[in-house]
Structures are given as structure tokens and as C-alpha cells.
């Protein structure tokens, strides 16, 4: 028996992401109580409660059950990883017209359920859809949370890992703006070991484009090859409602609401944030060249266009 309740997290789309996102949350946490799992699909739902109640002896006693939309009502966290994904090919820009569709159907029974916590989306286009919950719910901004540029600053740490021939451990840096094409690299505010890279080496333009290069076209290479990427991003939605759930103050980056930061407002977009029990305690605005200021204001224009066209 347990002898004090710690958190309740839901998790609405069990497919390549939720389920991969269930099985990293109950490895990195003791605080959960419960996990609910939802999807359209509720025998896959079913089946995935009971596959990851085998690991619960190894790591804590954790109930788990498919369930509906109502069981949001007392839950601390509900995860959003439901929607279409990417097929070769596509942006992620392409979905946005499914997936604000679906969105709708999810955020409205949530809200009406009585649902108190704080969202996290991951669905693509992330950004807009974060958008879109936070106007959907009327939840205050700081409850509503996307995964952002988080998988993105992790492949650009990897990338230049392998180029710098260093652990990834010491290298701080961060992708900023959409989750997606117009994402940028923060060059100039790269630390190694807490020192600026600046100082300690040069990277080349050339090194630089091809870096950013390659962070654009990673998750289109891995879905070419495997048909979905996950353990990047479940990952990083763990680390999220972590955060939420242990109140860890962390800073992350993640989709945050600008609200006058970079000269920019009404948008979510990839910029990092303090992360607590309230959601975002902070959104930490970064101090960027006038360059890169350009590009995360040329990605808010992208994503206001993408807003204004959606149909659904
Ligand atoms: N933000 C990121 O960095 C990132 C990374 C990878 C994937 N994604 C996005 O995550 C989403 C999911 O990707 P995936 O690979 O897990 O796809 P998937 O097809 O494997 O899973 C999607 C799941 O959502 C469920 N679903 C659909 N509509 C639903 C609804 N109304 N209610 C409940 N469940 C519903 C489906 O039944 C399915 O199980 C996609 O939009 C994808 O683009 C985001």
C-alpha cells in the first residue's frame, strides 16, 4: 500500500511516441501514482497498460489502466502525443489541418472534465498546435507547454559532439524558434564546460550550415529508415513533466508563449524556460546577435501565416 499520493499523469495517443513516452516516464520518476493511458484505439491502449505494468516491480508501484477523457479530472499532467505523424517526404507543416482537428477533440473533453494540471504537447506542427491548445483550453499560458526545439538542441549537441570530438555532456546548446524548417542554432551562446565555444575554437560557416543542415533533415532521415523517430522526443517529454511533477526548476527548451520576448507575442515558439509544479515559472529569454533575433522572428512569421490558414 501507499501511504501518500504523489501524481497522476494521462497520456492521450499511445502510438510510436506515447508509448515510448510511457515507458521512459516510469524509469525516470518515483513520484507517479498513476499513469492513465488513452487512445482512439483502446484495445492498443489496454494492451500497453498491462505490457508496461511488468516493469512496475522494478521501478515503483504504479497503477495503470486505459482510460477516457474523464479520468484528466484530478490529474496532475495530460500528454499529448495523438495525431497523424510525418510519412517521408513531409513537413511537419503538412499535418497542421489533421492535427488541429484532432487537437480539438481532445483539448474540449479535457477541459470539460475539470482537468486543473498543466498540458504538454509533442503533436506536430508543435508549435501551432501548443498555439492552439493554449487558445482552445483558456488555460492560463504557463499551463500549457510544447516539447519545442527540445529534440532538436539534443541532435544539435550530438552534431557537434561528433565534430568537436567531445562528450555531449559538456557541450550547451540550444535550437531555437519552430520545431521544425526555420529553426536555427544558437552558434554564438554555444558553452563547453561552461566556457564559450567562441573562445576555445572556431567553427567554420561552412561547419555551421552543414550542422543546421543536418538538424532540419535528422528526423525526416530517421523516418525515412524506420518509419517514425521516438526516443528523442519521448525523452524529452519525460525530462518535461519530470520537471512538472518533482517541481525541479529545471530550464529546458521547450515551445514557450512569447509574450514580448525577441519582439515577438501571441506565439508559442522553441526558446528555453524554467519548468516547475506550476508549468513554465519562466520563459528565459535568450541573449541572441540581431542575426539570430532575425531568424526567431522570421520563424514567428512562418508560424503566424501557418496559424491564420488552418482549417478545422
Ligand atoms: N515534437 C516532436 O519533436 C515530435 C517527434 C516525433 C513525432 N512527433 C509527432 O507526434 C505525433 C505522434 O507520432 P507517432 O509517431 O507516435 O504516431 P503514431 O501514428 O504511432 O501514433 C499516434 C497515435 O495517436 C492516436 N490517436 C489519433 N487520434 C486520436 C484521438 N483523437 N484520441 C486519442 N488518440 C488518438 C492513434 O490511434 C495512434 O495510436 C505526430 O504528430 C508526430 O508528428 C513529434
Redesign the pocket.
Known sequence: MLDTYRHKVVL?????????FAFSLLQSTNEIDELVI????KA?AEGDALDLADITPLTSPVKLYAGDYADAADADVVVI??????KPGES?LD?VNK?AT?LK??IDPIVASGFAGVFII?????DILTTLAQRISGFPKERVI???T???SLRLRVLLSKKLHLSVNVIDALMLGE?GDTSFAAFNEITIGGKPLTTLTALSSTDKAEIEEAVHQA?GKIITNKG???Y??AK?LSAVTRAIIENRNIVLPISAPLDGQYGIENIYLGTPAIINSQGIGQVIEYPLTADEVEKMRQSAITMQEVLANIEM
Open positions: 492521450i495517443g499511445d502510438g510510436a511516441v506515447g508509448s515510448t488513452v487512445d482512439r484505439t492498443k502525443t495523438a495525431g497523424i505523424a510525418r511537419r499535418l492535427n484532432i477533440t481532445i509533442s503533436s506536430n506542427p508543435v510544447g516539447t519545442g527540445s529534440l532538436d520545431h528526423g517514425a523517430t521516438f528523442g522526443i524529452c
